[in-house]
């Protein structure tokens, strides 16, 4: 009552909510962005949703989110607890789901490993670069053995999945023998699945009662058996680095499990008590780093060559710039400021496949006022990057793809402030560095060795399957060699 009938009318407007379920009805029949735009049509930049009996504030105006969540960024700075998470990882662990100083420290930490690890210099893109090798020597020697129809969604996936893998645990997955990638992956696909589906946005304070029920007894069992696996791949990762480590060498470490046991060691010889970096937290944020890390890209990069192929003249575009600017050598970091139009490729996938469909919900850490509303601490609140980059006041003709909105008159690529993919502010992406650095260097590379089209009589459909993330339904693609 109090929710439906007090709380309701404090809050900015949305659609009526229903008790226990709240909105989330509407995503059994319509797919969640979609909704969330309906409703921002009707009540504007402002509004409320209801997922669950929790409300969730909601904005869709670009400006108004620079100056929330970037100029008075500590008010915004938490996360929403989502107690199915629990499911997963414990709760306010990891670096997606803490706050405080437990995710300040690790955030912080993190990013300085990525850049220990070569982020930001040549070692990085040399990392990067092995793996779009192997994947250009994988397809030509595929094309060489006859093979017309490709199903190339995997092969981007296990590349994207190798990088990740390299970083966290030191080796990049065997393509003759995936077995171990397959595993891992499966529960990937599991929280983006699960994350995105009704029951996890409606159930927030009533797991215990779910897992009780017959049908979702089943879909918790089956989740709990397969993070129950990937536990076991993490433990089964540090157990070996534990192992092997010289925990008193000086030297760079070289990968993320590393540095964290190093600096675990460090901090517990110097006697710090009840430190940040404890066992739970390295698995949590191992668990995000993965995650976050393989499938987002991956997806994304599926997403470029769909649009590539259904905008051939987008494609030569993009080849007709690395033939001026290139030849058939491999596509390099120093070559990005020639590549505008790719660029702007790349730029315009991320933003038409649109791959967050609503963003991670952040929570207010003091009471603020945002358009007259007095909106409490501890509100939900989310800057809806994905009503932003479909928004016709931003980006005409949303729906189509044309990677010309980001070329000045002088054909220079320019990214504007509401191309935000990665989110802003400070919990924006905290892998943003890498995946730019992949997504160059995998679009570049793939469109100057390879050119993509349809298989006869097996077209692209491009139909959009929402969940936590957007994902292409099941598409295959002919490859032919460029030079
Ligand atoms: C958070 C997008 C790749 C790790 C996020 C958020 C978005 C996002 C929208 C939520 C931001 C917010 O709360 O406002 C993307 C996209 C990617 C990508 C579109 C690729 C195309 C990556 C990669 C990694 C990563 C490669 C890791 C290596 C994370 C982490 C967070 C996050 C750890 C949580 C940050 C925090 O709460 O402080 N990402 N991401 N992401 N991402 Fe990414």
Redesign the pocket.
Known sequence: FHFYFIRRRQLPPGPFPFPFIGNTYSFAHTPIDTCVQKWKDEYGDVMTVFMGHVPMVTIHDSKLIYDM?VKDGDAYIG?AQQRWNEIFRPAHTG??FSEGSL?RDN?RF?LQV?RNLGLGRNIMQERVLDDVTLLIDFTKKELNAGTTEFNFFDELDISVGSI?NS?TFGYRFSRDNRTEFIKAKKIATEQVLFGGSILYRTMEEHRELFRYLPFFRDTYQMIMNHTAEFTEFLSGQVATHRKNIDLESDEEPTDYVEAYLKHQHKLDKEGVKDHPFSETQLYSGLL??WV??QE??AT?LAWMVIYIIQNPEVQKKCQAEMDEFVGDRIVTLDDKVNLNYVNATVAES?RLCN??PI??P?RTTRDVEIRGYKIPKHTVIL?Q?STVMYDERYFPGAKTFKPERFLDEKGKFFAPPELM????????????G??RL??FLFTANLLNQFKFGEVPGKPITGERIVSATTAPAPWVCSISVRH
């Open positions: 969540f996360r670096l997606i995710w955030r993190a990525f990740i970083i995000d780093l976050a890390g987002t890209t994304t991320q791959l967050v963003n991670v952040h800057n990057i993919p990665f989110s802003v502010g400070k919990r924006a992406c905290l892998g943003e890498l995946a992949e997504l």
